[in-house]
């Protein structure tokens, strides 16, 4: 290791090779210039050609700042590595985490952030927080490991302005990159799984291609001789010597499970310790997926994170522990792309001919491979979710927009669908569909107990399951709060007051993201960006469904009525419609008999939905809009205070009550029209206090808006005082 050592005031020397007695020394992290002519090389310093460089300025800055911490010695990667010597470039590719590990101090220089005083476009802290987020340091192959690996991490702008470290700032990090919490904050890397840490990489950059495999050897704790010429196939030689050192986890391997057998396990997980109940749902989809009299297709349908995977997954462990002869592949088929893939890795393992030529259509070969195999297997098609992937194609003559003919047929064969969508799950299997509800509370606590780091946390039964109430029983919600508290060491009690804050600080608790091993390293791990790709697709292929449920979440989420939402004209298209958000498992029918014998359908919206959805609509910036028209429709529809419409305002006061406590809509005229309404209600249903506190802010509004006639000013004080009167006062 070759290092610099500050001199005299402005000036630095480069050390001799040194092996052993390595002194103190801070280590320089950043990303190369475009240009790398720009950059300051170790021949640079040599023939003291490098101050003319702009690359320089950063020498500099490390040089000030290791010296402002008490460290004499820093390390550059531009000017401390002889590049030229390929023997000296291995030793430092393979050594640089160990360096970055070793050092004192770790100075991230973000060129692409600034906090210069005077300067317009950076005169906020929002401004460098959002240029801090974006910055390319985040996206450089090279800049993980100096993330990880150091035991500080300081991080500065162009001007060379603390902006804070790795703890301070691990709320912008997780933002940026989606590393877990855990990790930032010094967890060792080898604690997360495989294909945790490939998630970390996979969108990051490399100058060269081959690069994406060398600089995650520290990450994996593995070596293997560079050959700069070799392109990708670098990365498949480190998933060979990952293989070699921790076992096959992120790819297929080739089992052996039982004398005689070399059957193929396509499978990207482990089992999971945690997995606890669902016995009824386990025995009938088994049941199901065995019997040969069916058509060989078994769909499994839930709300996200309701657990479909994790069954999935218990079930064909144990299915091929009674059927070791049968052969096991695991389809990701969240889309084209997910699905071409495994189709290929497939293809790879059953050593399909042709399965690598060009212009092999690999989707037919593994098919038609399936379709005549005499030996037995299973299919799991996980996250089924597209209804044009996987539902009847809406354009005959377009290819590409259902994948379900690639789909293998066999007697010898199943598959196993995994799907939120119901029209999905009922085209793929017809009638063989098993619907997952959410866990009973013994199972929910179970899981709970299970998945804590110290299970002692969950001893207080009536705290526990209060929180699990609170989080309707949802195995992704339940595994969500495990993992914050483990990673924070705070009490069951702190998390239960967490979902009692304000609805953004409970969205941002449940936007956590964590490292979860039943999950593929690209989900969307957290609650409330799980439904993000539903919700999209709603959007996208049912849009009277996403007006619907754009109009719910502006209400109350219990007994909706179904006057109170938008109008659809077409009886079938308003019966898809609502059918398809309770395919979803988003909402849920509940009839209801009012006064008067009017019959009124209300819908429930499963409460962490609800609060998902409100949560899109707001960061498209839509939410605003959807409130204001639901407001409108609320306010006129609302009825007079009498005896004969009681019922309805009754049925109607929650939703009112929900969003004018809405601060979307408190400027809004239609919300003071719709007050005074339930101000008069709220006086015949004895409601004083109430009715007092909507005519007063109807009469404060009224006071100070501009143009409002003064008999409506009249009207308001005139009801402020009759309420006043039946309270008491």
Same mark, same amino acid.
């Given at each position: 290791?070759?290092?610099?050592?500050?001199?005299?005031?402005?000036?630095?020397?480069?050390?001799?090779?040194?092996?052993? /007695?390595?002194?103190?020394?801070?280590?320089?992290?950043?990303?190369?210039?475009t240009n790398e002519e720009d950059e300051v090389t170790l021949s640079d310093l040599k023939d003291k050609s490098g101050k003319s460089k702009r690359?320089?300025?950063?020498?500099?800055?490390?040089?000030?700042?290791? +010296?402002?911490?008490?460290? +004499?010695?820093?390390?550059?990667?531009?000017?401390?590595?002889?590049?030229?010597?390929?023997?000296?470039?291995?030793?430092?590719? &393979?050594?640089?985490?160990?360096?970055?590990?070793?050092?004192?101090?770790?100075?991230?220089?973000? $060129?692409?952030?600034?906090?210069?005083?005077? %300067? !317009?476009?950076?005169?906020?802290?929002?401004?460098?927080?959002?240029?801090?987020?974006?910055?390319?340091?985040?996206?450089?192959?090279?800049?993980? +490991?100096?993330?990880?690996?150091?035991?500080?991490? %300081?991080?500065?702008?162009?001007?060379?302005?603390?902006?804070?470290?790795?703890?301070?700032?691990?709320?912008?990090?997780?933002?940026?990159?989606?590393?877990?919490?855990?990790?930032?904050?010094?967890?060792? #890397?080898?604690n997360f799984s495989v294909p945790e840490r490939m998630r970390w990489a996979a969108k990051r950059t490399t100058t060269k291609p081959e690069d994406?495999?060398?600089?995650?050897?520290?990450?994996?704790?593995?070596?293997?001789?560079?050959?700069?010429?070799?392109?990708?196939?670098?990365?498949?030689?480190?998933?060979?010597?990952?293989?070699?050192? #921790?076992?096959?986890?992120?790819?297929?391997?080739?089992?052996?499970?039982?004398?005689?057998?070399?059957?193929?396990?396509? *499978?990207?997980?482990?089992?999971?310790?945690?997995?606890?109940?669902?016995?009824?749902?386990?025995?009938?989809?088994?049941?199901?997926?065995?019997?040969?009299?069916?058509?060989?297709?078994?769909?499994?349908?839930?709300?996200?994170?309701?657990?479909?995977?994790?069954?999935?997954?218990?079930?064909?462990?144990?299915?091929?522990?009674?059927?070791?002869?049968?052969?096991?592949?695991?389809? =990701?088929?969240?889309?084209?792309?997910?699905?071409?893939?495994?189709?290929?890795?497939?293809?790879?393992?059953?050593?399909?001919?042709?399965?690598?030529?060009?212009?092999?259509?690999?989707?037919?070969?593994?098919?038609?491979?399936?379709?005549?195999?005499?030996?037995?297997?299973?299919? *799991?098609? %996980?996250?089924?979710?597209?209804?044009?992937?996987?539902?009847?194609?809406?354009?005959?003559?377009?290819?590409?927009?259902?994948?379900? %003919?690639?789909?293998?047929?066999?007697?010898?064969? $199943?598959?196993?669908?995994?799907?939120?969508?119901?029209? *999905?799950?009922?085209?793929?299997?017809?009638? @063989? *569909?098993?619907?997952?509800?959410?866990?009973?509370?013994?199972?929910?606590?179970?899981?709970?107990?299970?998945?804590? @780091?110290?299970?002692?946390?969950?001893? /207080?039964?009536?705290?526990? $399951?209060?929180?699990?109430?609170?989080?309707?029983?949802?195995?992704?919600?339940?595994?969500?709060?495990?993992?914050?508290?483990?990673?924070?060491? @705070?009490? #069951?009690?702190?998390?239960?007051?967490?979902?009692? @804050?304000?609805?953004?600080?409970?969205?941002?608790?449940?936007?956590?993201?964590?490292?979860?091993?039943?999950?593929?390293?690209?989900?969307?791990?957290?609650?409330?960006?799980?439904?993000?790709?539903?919700?999209?697709?709603?959007?996208?292929?049912?849009?009277?469904?996403?007006?619907?449920?754009?109009?719910? #979440?502006?209400?109350?989420?219990?007994?909706? !009525?179904?006057?109170?939402?938008?109008?659809?004209?077409?009886?079938?298209?308003?019966?898809?419609?609502? &059918?398809?958000?309770?395919?979803?498992?988003?909402?849920?029918?509940?009839?209801?008999?009012?006064?008067?014998?009017?019959?009124?359908?209300?819908?429930?919206?499963?409460?962490?939905?609800?609060?998902? &959805?409100?949560?899109?609509?707001?960061?498209?910036?839509?939410?605003?809009?959807?409130?204001?028209?639901?407001?409108?429709?609320?306010?006129?529809?609302?009825?007079?205070?009498?005896?004969?419409?009681?019922?309805?305002?009754?049925?109607?006061?929650?939703?009112?009550?929900?969003?004018?406590?809405?601060?979307?809509?408190?400027?809004? !005229?239609?919300?003071?029209?719709?007050?005074?309404?339930?101000?008069?209600?709220?006086?015949?249903?004895?409601?004083?206090? &109430?009715?007092?506190?909507?005519?007063?802010?109807?009469?404060?509004?009224?006071?100070? =808006?501009?143009?409002?006639?003064?008999?409506?000013?009249?009207?308001?004080?005139?009801?402020?005082?009759?309420?006043?009167?039946? $309270?008491?006062?």
């Amino acid at each position: 290791m070759r290092l610099l050592k500050a001199d005299t005031p402005g000036e630095a020397s480069l050390t001799r090779k040194l092996s052993k /007695d390595i002194p103190s020394y801070a280590i320089l992290s950043h990303t190369w210039s475009t240009n790398e002519e720009d950059e300051v090389t170790l021949s640079d310093l040599k023939d003291k050609s490098g101050k003319s460089k702009r690359g320089y300025a950063k020498i500099e800055f490390c040089r000030k700042q290791a +010296q402002k911490d008490g460290i +004499q010695h820093f390390w550059v990667d531009t000017c401390c590595i002889d590049k030229k010597d390929a023997v000296e470039l291995g030793e430092a590719i &393979a050594s640089m985490f160990r360096w970055y590990h070793d050092a004192e101090k770790c100075y991230v220089y973000l $060129s692409d952030v600034s906090v210069a005083m005077g %300067d !317009p476009h950076h005169s906020t802290d929002a401004t460098w927080l959002s240029d801090f987020r974006n910055s390319r340091w985040f996206t450089r192959g090279w800049t993980l +490991q100096e993330l990880l690996a150091p035991k500080s991490v %300081d991080f500065f702008s162009r001007e060379g302005t603390w902006l804070g470290d790795r703890r301070t700032l691990e709320r912008l990090i997780h933002e940026a990159t989606d590393i877990p919490i855990t990790a930032l904050r010094g967890f060792a #890397v080898n604690n997360f799984s495989v294909p945790e840490r490939m998630r970390w990489a996979a969108k990051r950059t490399t100058t060269k291609p081959e690069d994406k495999a060398y600089c995650l050897l520290g990450i994996f704790d593995v070596f293997m001789p560079l050959i700069y010429g070799e392109g990708e196939h670098a990365l498949i030689r480190l998933q060979d010597e990952i293989d070699k050192r #921790v076992g096959k986890q992120p790819v297929v391997s080739q089992l052996s499970d039982g004398e005689g057998t070399n059957s193929v396990w396509y *499978v990207p997980f482990d089992r999971l310790s945690e997995f606890v109940g669902r016995i009824d749902e386990m025995e009938r989809v088994k049941q199901r997926i065995l019997d040969r009299t069916n058509q060989g297709v078994v769909s499994i349908l839930g709300l996200g994170g309701v657990g479909k995977s994790r069954l999935a997954m218990e079930l064909i462990r144990q299915v091929r522990s009674e059927h070791v002869q049968r052969s096991v592949f695991w389809i =990701e088929a969240t889309d084209q792309l997910t699905f071409e893939r495994d189709m290929l890795g497939i293809g790879k393992r059953l050593r399909i001919p042709g399965i690598e030529a060009d212009k092999a259509d690999v989707k037919i070969l593994v098919k038609q491979w399936l379709n005549v195999a005499q030996d037995g297997w299973f299919v *799991v098609l %996980d996250n089924a979710d597209d209804e044009v992937l996987w539902g009847k194609g809406s354009d005959p003559a377009d290819e590409k927009s259902t994948l379900v %003919d690639y789909l293998p047929r066999s007697r010898h064969g $199943s598959i196993l669908v995994t799907t939120r969508s119901r029209r *999905v799950a009922s085209y793929l299997a017809g009638k @063989e *569909v098993v619907e997952l509800p959410i866990l009973l509370l013994d199972e929910a606590r179970t899981m709970f107990t299970n998945a804590l @780091e110290e299970p002692e946390m969950a001893a /207080d039964e009536n705290l526990t $399951s209060a929180l699990l109430e609170r989080l309707t029983y949802l195995p992704l919600a339940i595994i969500q709060a495990a993992s914050y508290i483990n990673m924070t060491q @705070e009490p #069951v009690k702190t998390y239960l007051d967490l979902l009692d @804050e304000r609805e953004e600080e409970v969205v941002e608790l449940l936007s956590e993201d964590f490292g979860d091993r039943s999950r593929y390293s690209n989900a969307r791990n957290a609650v409330a960006t799980t439904w993000l790709v539903s919700f999209n697709q709603i959007r996208k292929h049912h849009p009277f469904s996403a007006e619907l449920l754009s109009s719910m #979440v502006c209400l109350h989420e219990k007994n909706i !009525p179904r006057s109170l939402l938008p109008v659809i004209s077409s009886k079938k298209d308003a019966v898809e419609a609502f &059918a398809t958000l309770k395919g979803y498992s988003f909402v849920t029918r509940q009839a209801r008999e009012k006064d008067e014998g009017i019959h009124e359908e209300s819908y429930n919206m499963h409460r962490l939905v609800y609060l998902a &959805a409100r949560n899109w609509l707001r960061k498209e910036g839509t939410l605003h809009n959807w409130m204001k028209a639901s407001l409108e429709r609320v306010a006129e529809l609302f009825p007079a205070c009498d005896h004969e419409h009681r019922g309805i305002w009754t049925l109607y006061l929650p939703h009112a009550q929900r969003l004018c406590e809405d601060v979307e809509v408190v400027d809004l !005229p239609e919300r003071y029209k719709l007050l005074t309404k339930m101000g008069l209600c709220f006086v015949v249903d004895g409601k004083y206090d &109430a009715a007092v506190k909507a005519h007063t802010a109807v009469l404060q509004w009224r006071e100070k =808006e501009l143009g409002i006639p003064e008999n409506q000013v009249l009207e308001a004080c005139n009801n402020l005082g009759e309420a006043l009167q039946w $309270s008491g006062f």
